[in-house]
């Protein structure tokens, strides 16, 4: 070929390559696949709304951009209650909440976030990924056009926030408390007033009067509302969120439209923010409740031994008859129940026999 000719073709071909690469610019960005995220949380809240922002920005990051995950706070897009609903008819494609919201749909939802007297974190991953648990939650939630995941969660969680103090049972009697879920099935059924409120409603109507306690999440979530400015009487254990998983869930369509790589990716992202989003919870709740007790004067107090013993009757009988509601409710009991006791027998000589050997007093 003579160089002339040589010059000429390649110039043509840098010309078409340049062509072709203004072209493939657009191309790629119409391969985007943009995916709303509406959650129940307040924006930006700490460890619960910057956690499923965390999550959209790494599905993203991982993805190439490829998946563009756009949060929208509690009320930005739809109520928060209005959450599942809104993954479930495709008006969202993902939302970001606790499962126990949702107990309206079905009673077995409570299992998949917390239940009274239930499993801890770490025992709730083990059902999950191990004990059968995923199987099931995915069998439920298919029922709705909804594929979930765990993407977080809280740890042992508070008693919560009283306005006087507990001394015994009677003392729930009448009580205006906040508590979702099957926990606030059972303090209805020792004389309590449990209601549901999502999280931006709880510090108004805690500071108006309209009612007595509520509960949250734990020091570091409980610290930011400033619920130490309107009640000083802060109770511990929780008994009705031992180990709080928050959901999230993408549309059942959308999920099965994404390509394998994709959906490998999802999983990942899921699955590091519930371990990120723990490790975030344990590290951050001892210096705020510090900042509580020493800051602004709250006071600690411990439910008594016989109180708690009432409650977790209580609890027993509440979970039990929420297992007769339907028949997928009474199959997630049943595995979730019977991992609960392989569960307390192994941490009688693993966690529960550490923490407690640890506890003795030998200088350190």
Do not use: C
Request: cysteine-free; aromatic content about 12%; overall charge neutral.
């Amino acid at each position: 070929m003579k160089r002339r000719d040589f010059l000429k073709n390649a110039a043509t071909a840098g010309i078409a390559g340049a062509a072709a690469a203004t072209l493939a610019a657009p191309a790629i960005a119409q391969n985007v696949r943009e995916l709303k995220m509406v959650t129940t949380w307040p924006k930006n809240f700490p460890g619960l709304g910057t956690s499923a922002q965390r999550l959209a920005d790494n599905i993203t990051a991982i993805s190439g951009g490829a998946l563009s995950v756009k949060v929208y706070a509690a009320g930005e897009l739809v109520p928060p209650f209005e959450s599942f609903d809104a993954v479930s008819n495709g008006t969202a494609d993902m939302y970001h909440g606790a499962e126990y919201y949702w107990q309206g749909k079905s009673k077995a939802f409570n299992f998949f976030a917390a239940v009274p007297f239930g499993l801890t974190a770490t025992e709730m991953n083990a059902w999950i990924h191990h004990g059968g648990g995923q199987q099931l939650w995915d069998e439920l939630s298919s029922g709705f056009n909804i594929k979930p995941f765990m993407a977080g969660n809280t740890g042992v969680q508070m008693g919560g926030w009283y306005n006087k103090e507990i001394n015994s049972l009677d003392d729930y009697k009448g009580l205006k408390i906040r508590m979702p879920g099957l926990g606030g099935e059972v303090l209805r059924r020792i004389g309590a007033a449990a209601v549901a409120l999502p999280g931006g409603e709880i510090f108004p109507a805690l500071q108006s009067g309209a009612i007595d306690a509520t509960e949250w999440v734990g020091p570091w979530n409980d610290l930011a509302f400033g619920f130490y400015k309107v009640t000083k009487y802060y109770y511990y254990p929780g008994f009705h969120e031992p180990g709080t998983t928050l959901g999230s869930a993408m549309n059942l369509k959308v999920w099965e439209s994404l390509s394998a790589d994709h959906k490998a990716m999802v999983s990942t992202a899921m699955a590091a923010e519930n371990s990120i989003s723990l490790a975030e919870f344990n590290a951050k709740n001892g210096d705020a409740l510090d900042t509580l007790r020493n800051e602004h004067g709250v006071q600690l107090r411990k439910f008594d031994d016989a109180t708690l013993q009432a409650i977790g009757e209580a609890s027993g009988s509440v979970v039990r008859e929420a297992a007769e509601s339907d028949e997928i409710t009474k199959k997630v009991f049943n595995s979730f129940n019977d991992f609960r006791k392989k569960s307390i027998a192994w941490s009688k000589i693993s966690d529960q026999a550490y923490w407690n050997a640890r506890i003795l007093p030998f200088k350190y």
